[in-house]
């Protein structure tokens, strides 16, 4: 895994695309810095960082997007299955990499609440709890990229892909507020999301047979709460898609000053999942 790692980390560098992802998220940050602290005088340096997650939309497809994608075009992945290392340290090798080079800047933003200090209040902890949510969220989104990089084999299409599901989630909040309340479209709902998980399963595992099973498990499932207790699902899809806002952990710590530490859990449990599905795409195409 250390030579993976070396190897992914030499390459960014290689390329540019390090040094000009370090420099994109440092410049910007500095920018509302001076805007936000310098010139209004706000004392949590939270508020820069809570304005400038939009930065990771469009840096963050970037810097996942070659990670399989790139292999994959050029057939050196096959040197990678083969080699004297199992699925997860490859995996692994190239993950920390990426969040290596995010590392650099959000240790650079340590700096930023310091600079408050010196010019009169600062909330040190508050700022830097934020660093450290807004370095796991850019984790969390290095981790999707990562996962979408493994589905294809254009750059270009896991940069538009990773571009495209980081905005929904950018979004979440505000997409909430269109869905319905009504128990019927909640139940309906609920099973086009579960439907969509067992596609997720058939396309891992192409078993027609447990993937039918598992839907008619899920058509059923539903039916019968749906009868049992129509009050279930009303307004359901809204109360359980809210709990998964990333973006509100980070603005939570500049609002309301409190570290949700159920937050942070999720962040590391959607980092695990994707990881996990990155291994199993990677696993399907060495045995197909």
Same mark, same amino acid.
């Given at each position: 895994?250390?030579?993976? +790692?070396?190897?992914?980390?030499?390459?960014?560098?290689?390329?540019?695309?390090g040094y000009i992802f370090i420099a994109f998220l440092i410049a910007f940050t500095g920018i509302y810095f001076m805007a936000y602290n310098?010139? +209004?005088?706000?004392?949590?340096?939270?508020?820069?960082?809570?304005?400038?997650?939009?930065?990771? $939309?469009?840096?963050?497809?970037? #810097?996942?997007?070659?990670?399989?994608?790139?292999?994959?075009?050029?057939?050196?992945? *096959?040197?990678?299955?083969?080699?004297?290392?199992? #699925?997860? *340290?490859? !995996?692994?090798?190239?993950?920390?990499?990426?969040?290596?080079?995010?590392?650099?800047?959000? =240790?650079?933003?340590?700096?930023?609440?310091?600079?408050?200090?010196?010019?009169?209040?600062?909330?040190? #902890?508050?700022?830097?709890?934020?660093?450290?949510?807004? @370095?796991?969220?850019?984790? !969390?989104?290095?981790?999707?990229?990562?996962?979408?990089?493994?589905?294809?084999?254009?750059?270009?299409?896991?940069?538009?892909?990773?571009?495209?599901?980081?905005?929904?989630?950018?979004? %979440?909040?505000?997409?909430?507020?269109?869905?319905?309340?009504?128990?019927?479209?909640?139940?309906?709902?609920?099973?086009?999301?579960?439907?969509?998980?067992?596609?997720?399963? %058939?396309?891992?595992?192409?078993? %027609?047979?447990?993937?039918?099973g598992l839907e008619v498990l899920v058509v059923a499932g539903c039916a019968i709460v749906y009868v049992w207790k129509t009050s279930l699902?009303?307004? $359901? #899809?809204?109360?359980?898609?809210?709990?998964?806002?990333? !973006?509100?952990?980070?603005?939570?710590?500049?609002?309301?000053?409190?570290?949700?530490?159920?937050?942070? =859990?999720?962040?590391?449990?959607?980092?695990?999942?994707?990881? @996990?599905?990155?291994?199993?795409?990677?696993?399907?195409?060495? %045995?197909?």
């Amino acid at each position: 895994m250390k030579a993976i +790692y070396k190897r992914e980390l030499r390459s960014y560098f290689h390329s540019m695309i390090g040094y000009i992802f370090i420099a994109f998220l440092i410049a910007f940050t500095g920018i509302y810095f001076m805007a936000y602290n310098l010139n +209004y005088g706000y004392p949590y340096f939270a508020y820069v960082l809570s304005g400038v997650i939009f930065l990771y $939309l469009i840096a963050i497809p970037i #810097l996942t997007m070659r990670s399989f994608a790139e292999d994959r075009k050029n057939k050196t992945d *096959q040197l990678l299955l083969t080699a004297p290392v199992n #699925l997860f *340290q490859v !995996v692994m090798g190239k993950y920390l990499a990426m969040v290596t080079i995010l590392a650099v800047p959000c =240790v650079i933003c340590l700096i930023f609440p310091l600079i408050i200090k010196s010019q009169g209040t600062a909330y040190i #902890l508050i700022d830097y709890l934020s660093i450290l949510v807004f @370095f796991l969220l850019g984790c !969390v989104y290095i981790a999707i990229g990562m996962f979408i990089s493994s589905l294809t084999e254009s750059t270009i299409i896991a940069a538009i892909g990773t571009f495209g599901i980081l905005v929904v989630m950018y979004l %979440w909040s505000g997409i909430l507020d269109f869905l319905p309340v009504s128990a019927m479209a909640n139940a309906v709902g609920v099973v086009l999301i579960l439907s969509c998980v067992v596609l997720a399963v %058939w396309q891992m595992t192409k078993n %027609w047979i447990v993937c039918a099973g598992l839907e008619v498990l899920v058509v059923a499932g539903c039916a019968i709460v749906y009868v049992w207790k129509t009050s279930l699902f009303e307004n $359901l #899809l809204a109360s359980i898609l809210g709990k998964q806002d990333l !973006v509100d952990i980070l603005t939570g710590i500049s609002s309301n000053h409190l570290l949700d530490i159920s937050g942070i =859990v999720l962040y590391l449990s959607i980092v695990a999942v994707c990881i @996990f599905l990155t291994m199993q795409m990677i696993q399907k195409r060495r %045995w197909s």
